[in-house]
């Protein structure tokens, strides 16, 4: 079969294009190296949706992000993905700085950013009473945003699925070959061909675009360090509070979490493209900054720390362009933040980009647009009541932490991309995500997945492939040695 | 409505119901999250356990047996496979379970027995890659005891509490090879006997004042780097060892589990972790008592179900309308002593003694325990050997405590 488009990555840039594409009646194929979706740099991020005033004016990167971030809140809406417009702070500690906040307040006007002022220090602690007596002014923006970012492309790639895109995971691209009008993607799944690709590799973009053609940007993937605290710290920010952003990023952000955390970082080092630990360094420096903005955050809350590596390259702005003499190849590279917030503009300029290529789009009848999740936790007592008794594996609850019931897994298992571990389970329904880090439910979610797959516990796994848990069966009654 | 709920069907739930019955509480009820009542002692098939309470060594599993025994002798109910979702001052205690749903039950006194949980690598901030490989011990104890599976092959345990010195043992008769046991702290947190039987009869060295600092692989553990600290727990540079091997055991500290009494608005005390209690094991909550180590964590699980005991009794007197009554006093800790339970006494509510449980900061060689009110000792107890690993405890009788006023402080003198 010749697919009409095939996408490379589904992170949250291949999700939201294919999301955006399942929309038409097309063949649509998405390539995905890991395990399951969402699994790079989509599920470890500081999970904002920005306002817009940060990016340059002018630049693709500022008109993506503000159109973006206006199309993110729709999309949570419809598909049901935990969003939260919380507003945003970015502080200044000494006058020096407030010429940094002025920039970017104009940045902001520049890009049709609405809702934006600055105000003082004392405004800002009026709006946020944990926040450092040193601030001495603050740009504020009413629109940005907090979501889950694992649950926005899980829900865009499903919706994707449930409208005909197929999804093919553990397909590491290694070679794509020109045949005629058509190309022949080598992947570790096995050979596809589609008229038209979309490079949405991430940190692995420039590998894919060096299968076609000759270098026109550098990767430099750059490690982010995350605290991630209990949510009995979740009240010291009721908004993303950001420091005054550096040529590296955006500095270290203390914001709320959807699920009611706290989450403090990142940093800014080079790194390699996979490279996701931490360092004692990194997580110190994490900590002082984070203080900085918020001097009562507790570290002893800490329930999990995490890198992630952004996509930078060499480029100031994002790449989105067809790859020049590569009919039909469309690059979307060097989507570092805020890439989040600008996934559904930047999918709906792939799709323009793709059309300009000479492919028809009409739309499909009979769209499924909407997803809606069942959160035992958040109902009231009469509906978990109802779903009980509707369905009593609503009423076992496995994961302690979170509230999240059997039910919930089970429907987690049952979803249009099936996940084949315990994080995959956690990133669809939370549970293992609260303070003992699935130090409970982790061998009770394990065997509900064997259960439910067919397959031994033996080959159910943490994350990726090769993150196995159990490493063989104990003695047996009478056995002399262990077989291990 | 109930005489009693009791929230968690573990050993402090259990005696507390037992108790409560044979002290004349009439309509009591257990609410267990697990399929089977004994809690973690379900997976702690080691023995050692009942030393105190039975004058037995026996396997965790046979000790929760005996209490469950005695309780199949009463009327109490239990209820399997449900989960308490809150509490409400008015002792209203919302629960589900797939065989009854929703339920909201009334109780005239409630028990909080939830016992606690492990600290997590992300609680301590073990910096490296993210590998699987790398449990709590007592996760790994259920994989191993109760679902008959191995985690790993090569083994570092970090923290030497009892279940990570415990598990080494488990995990070398399995076949493992444990490759050390590795504490931050100068002494060992463990009990004395478990360092003997489960570290040193099978030759594992236990490295004390080190920790992990770094730990390598991209899948599965492959390498953990152990570097000695400083006395501010800080590593020192160029003593670094490395251990090639696939599995982290963590044995870094319980915390109760406090959710719900949080949540209820209870008093909670940041030393323990636990929530504040009188005398009787009563809460800031009238009518809602707390025992076990959802209050403090406690060594052995005979210690817990003498707590216990106590705690039901006085929640089948409360049920049975005898408010406790009287003006508090405080217990504060002094020099050397890291927390007290209880931590107020209403000495009008003292029978005959009051027993004050703690512990130190430190290794205490020939000291002594002394409390004071004021300016004036009203006790001294002396010890030949203190640590913080082993809960101690103190007897005060009553016609000492009639003598303090205002507040007492436990403290070590060396």
Known sequence: MVYDVAVIGCGVIGAATAYELSHFKLNVLVLEAENDVADGTTKANSAIIHAGYDPEPNTEMARLNVEGSKLAKDICKKLDVPYKQCGSLVLAFSDDEIPRLKKLYDNGVANGVPDIRVITGDEARKMEPYLSKEVVAALYALSAAIVNPWDYALAMAETAVVNGVEIKLRSKVTAIKKQGDLFEIHTTSGVYTAKLVVNAAGVHAGEIHEMVAAPSFEMHPTSGQYYLMDRSEGGLAGSVIFQCPTKEGKGVLVAPTVHGNLIVGPDAVPCGEDDVKTTADGLDYVARMGKKSVPSVDLRASIRNFAGVRANTNKDDFIIEVVDGVHGFVDAAGIKSPGLSAAPAIAKKICSLLLAEGIEMPFKDNYKGTRKMKRFKQLSDSEKQALIRENPAYGRVICRCETITEGEILDAIRSPITPCSVDGIKRRCNAGMGRCQGGFCGPRVLDILARELGVSPLDILQDKDGTFILTGQTKKAGEGTADV | ?414
């Open chain 2, 1 to 414: 409505m109930y005489d009693l709920i009791v929230v968690g069907g573990g050993p402090a739930g259990l005696a507390a119901a037992y108790a409560a019955r044979q002290n004349g509480a009439k309509k009591i009820i257990i609410l267990e999250r697990d399929k089977e009542l004994g809690g973690i002692l379900n997976q702690c098939i080691h023995n050692g356990f009942g030393l105190h309470r039975f004058k037995e060594e026996l396997t965790g599993p046979e000790y929760a047996g005996r209490f469950e025994k005695m309780l199949e002798s009463t009327d109490v109910e239990v209820s399997l496979d449900t989960m308490v979702l809150s509490i409400t001052p008015r002792r209203e205690v919302h629960c589900v379970s797939a065989e009854d749903g929703y339920r909201i039950l009334e109780a005239k006194a409630i028990v909080l027995a939830m016992g606690c949980r492990e600290r997590t690598r992300g609680a301590i901030s073990i910096p490296g890659t993210r590998p699987a490989g790398v449990f709590t011990a007592g996760a790994a104890q259920r994989y191993v005891n109760m679902e008959g599976y191995m985690v790993g092959k090569r083994v570092v345990i970090l923290g030497s509490g009892d279940i990570g010195l415990i598990m080494a043992r488990r995990m070398t008769l399995e076949g493992a090879k444990v490759l050390a046991c590795v504490e931050v702290m100068p002494y060992s947190g463990g009990l004395n006997r478990n360092i003997v039987q489960c570290l040193h009869d099978y030759d594992i060295p236990l490295y004390l004042s080190h920790t992990i600092t770094d730990i390598k692989g991209d899948r599965r553990v492959e390498q953990v780097t152990v570097a000695k600290v400083d006395e501010n727990r800080k590593p020192i540079k160029g003593s670094e060892m490395i251990f090639d091997c696939d599995t982290i055991l963590l044995s870094v500290g319980l915390i109760p589990e406090n959710e719900l009494t949080r949540g209820a608005g209870i008093e909670i005390d940041r030393r323990t972790n636990g929530a504040v209690v009188y005398e009787n094991m009563e809460t800031s909550m009238d009518g809602v008592f707390a025992c076990g180590n959802v209050v403090h964590v406690h060594d052995l699980v005979d210690f817990v179900s003498a707590e216990s005991e106590r705690a039901g009794a006085a929640a089948a007197k409360y049920a049975l309308g005898g408010e406790a009554a009287g003006e508090a006093i405080d217990v504060k800790n002094g020099d050397g002593v890291s927390y007290t339970v209880p931590q107020k006494i209403r000495i009008d509510n003292v029978e005959k003694a009051c027993e004050i449980f703690f512990r130190v900061r430190k290794i205490y060689k020939d000291s002594k325990i002394v409390v004071k009110s004021g300016e004036t000792q009203l006790a001294s107890f002396k010890r030949e050997h203190l640590a913080p690993g082993e809960m101690e405890h103190i007897t005060l009788p009553k016609v000492l405590l009639d003598k303090a006023s205002g507040e007492i402080v436990v403290s070590v003198e060396e």
